[in-house]
């Protein structure tokens, strides 16, 4: 267990680690059906992810309750308050992901993850706006997340019967994305750059046309024009990033690296049910190399975040 020191500044940011490891567990199920990968390592992933986060739920409850300024100041950051939502996306999405193992549970996960979502969503965009002190400077695609959560919602709303409020989640996620899209674009066009902490969040980007193509599947029940509008737009934004990544190589780790593991596993997701929706021999190799892909970086994100560990670089204080 984490000493006093560590528990205070233990960062809300550490529930991206189970966005991106239950976004790889529902990659590896799709491979399953789709490419004929043992489904056993979908299995093993999801079950792996759910014990962290009850791991992390529990470190974060001590936080609250020993040190409930620092998780106030947290609240009220302008990009630490885009990481609570990870928690109900949590939810969400072991829910999701639990559908074939224990059913009642991951209906119980998803009802609580989606019930939380949309009360986290509210408070969110409550304060942004009706604060004070956020400037141009201060937006990221962190601010992404709270629209990527409601547009997960559906993916296994509609098969719980719930289909009319997955729609009303989904409509909710992508008024924000087109929102907070354009904002983030004149943000990185027309002011000073990312800092070097923030540039991996530009992943984040990626996530809401991908998982949003997932969901409208789920809730239009097969493809048309918008679902290929979304699906060719994560595409632009996975290759658009991707030559950059010299960029990103040369950065030192954060935990803000975790930004790109759930996007990437949300595109790896998009290209399998792409193919199997339209029989593209492209999208089947895509998917294919995105999950070898996304799985090699997950590893590594794992192994620099426990070497940045092992050397007391995490749970300190932002200097």
Known sequence: MLDRHRIEHFPIAFF????????LSLAWQKAAEVLHTPAVVGTFLVLAT?????????????KLVRFPAAVKAELQHPVKMSFFPAISIS????????????????????????????????????????????????????WFIPAVGNILVPIAGVGFGHTELSWFFFSIGILFWVVLLTIVFYRVFFHTPLPGRLLPTLFIMIAPPAAGFVAYIQLAGGL?????I??????????????????????????????????????????????????????????GILLGVTTVLIGWLIGLTMRAAARDQICQPEG
């Open 91 to 142: 939810l969400v999405l072991l829910g999701t992901a639990l559908r074939g193992l224990s059913p009642d549970l991951a209906y119980g996960l998803w009802a609580v993850g989606a019930f939380a979502h949309l009360l986290v969503t509210l408070y969110i965009v409550t304060q942004w706006m009706h604060q004070a002190h956020f400037e141009i400077s201060h937006i990221n695609p962190t």
């Open 16 to 23: 991206a680690m189970i966005m991106g490891l239950s976004g």
């Open 224 to 228: 048309d024009g918008f679902g290929r």
């Open 50 to 62: 759910a014990a962290l986060f009850i791991l992390l739920a529990t470190l974060y409850l001590t």
């Open 230 to 287: 979304l699906v060719n737009i994560g595409l632009f934004l996975t290759l658009l990033l991707l030559v950059q990544v010299r960029r990103f190589a040369a950065l030192q780790f954060f935990l803000s690296f975790w930004a790109y593991s759930f996007p990437m596993a949300a595109m790896t997701i998009a290209t399998l049910i792409h193919h199997e929706l339209t029989g593209s021999q492209r999208s089947l190799w895509l998917g």
